[in-house]
């Protein structure tokens, strides 16, 4: 569970008035009985499950490759998460994603999560991938379809922001 | 799964650098089969699963309260992981606990996973908890018997750091 | 994960040639890149916050009810599930759920797990709930509305059946 | 979380009576914060994860093969957990494993969970794993390393029960 409570710089506030429309991959989640925790909201770790599964569940529609196959493999360097409200089981959620920085060997998304329709963002997070090579976990560089995907992503972000 | 590649600023050289002599308090959490991905090792969302249990478990042991009861609980306001190495089921991990910062109705910690003896902080996190009234969400202070917890926490950090 | 192997007698035979249609209620439910275990598959306990998801969810929707503050509460008595086939993410799931048996203070339901339309049950699981007294765990008959809720699925499952 | 309501025939109060001697191998797990559901207590399907873990924490321990990097690999046919009492974080929990019947090309374990020492049994289940080669599915026989487990601990099931 998690609240707005205490978060209250520009920084913050910038996040916190983030819609949908900011993002431009949106997926639709299904929250589970066992997600809600003692407080009867969503578990804040749950939160991380819902960030990968929307970054891979995108990548594995748009590029069509196998993680478990792959010979570079996306691993995870970092992942922050602000809480500004509160979702639930049953109430089925939405993902926003979009890029906030794309290196050599390294993405970084942005992300929110947004519960019923018209309240406002209930989270933002920030979850950097680095590609590495499977067996020697040497930094690498992602496939090309990985590659044409960010880039993908990354045109529409534009037309978003426009 | 994490790894450290491309977190190689000042600031993570001191998170890195870390071992678990920094955190006066220290708990072992088994892992589990479930616990991880389909590239053999702890799926990063566990990792918040266990810095909750760390922090939860060494309040329930020092307070003697029970959060699903208390009138005034400390909700997530914001938590964030840098990943240094892996770990994975079968092997047990320690996770360690220290104060960062301690307000009036809030508290961050910071925290360190560790695998097996001898190898190097896999994870730093950093967590902070607004305590607020259970039913308007406000932000209160925290019961007599946490604000003696955190004090406790503090002075052995002391000793630690020392 | 699960497999078919060795679960050949008439009773699983009858189990595995279950369609979607032979359920009154069908959920659809997304699946998380953390569900699925080192084999690249659907971790065999979330088949059962699967089921979990599929009968609370459907009980909150016809009810109206919320488990948090309910007096009378169903708890799990014993769970059962047969793997016959594999589903992992990205792919969403469909639970089917019908009543097995009605008793004044539980009730048993029989569960269906389906992947890609098309492919058969991919597991088969039975639930008994038995209602009780929140406070005193001593069984309890439960509120009209799910009472209702139970009938109706009976007779949804008579159309469906015949 | 589970209740013991409705659970009285003979059968169940033979698994009923079970102590932690009656496993020949006792795994200690932790829970977490996140295990407890709405309800305050372990959730159901944490159960099956602790089934999981003893049977696989156990095999690898016993014989050094990881389950990853395997040929031929234990997949789940059919599971099942009767619940009697209640456990919950921040309790750590203790998971007895025995084995019921060892086939050519598959094996079904009992297990126990138990709380806090004194307690009774609070779940019992039943556990079947199939050997299949990792790459046809096929039943296949295990390894000579997991044989040697399971004839092990069938050995010292003799000694338990005597």
Redesign the interface.
């Known amino acids: ?7 209250t710089t520009p920084r913050y506030a910038a996040q916190r008035a983030l819609t949908r429309e900011a993002f431009p991959v949106l997926t ?7 997600d ?5 909201h969503l ?4 939160y ?3 960030f ?2 929307a970054i ?2 995108w990548l ?2 748009v590029t069509g490759e196998d ?2 196959r792959a010979r570079v ?1 996306g ?9 500004f409200g509160e979702v639930g ?2 109430d089925p959620v939405t993902v926003g994603l979009r890029l906030a920085r794309l ?1 050599r ?2 993405v970084t998304y942005e992300l929110g999560v947004f519960g019923v329709p018209g309240a406002g963002i209930a989270a933002f997070g920030e979850w ?1 991938h ?1 590609y ?1 090579d499977r067996s020697s ?1 040497v ?1 690498t560089e992602p496939s090309p379809a990985h590659r044409a995907a960010f880039e993908g992503i990354l045109a529409r972000a534009d037309e978003v922001v426009a």
Chains 1, 2, 3, 4 share one sequence.
């Open positions: 569970m998690a609240t707005s409570a205490g978060t639709e989640v299904t929250t589970r009985w066992a809600n925790d003692m407080f009867g578990n804040n770790a749950v991380y499950q819902l990968d599964t891979n569940g594995a529609g993680p478990v493999i691993v995870v360097a970092e992942s922050r998460c602000v809480f089981f049953p290196g060997t390294s950097t680095v590495v976990r930094p």
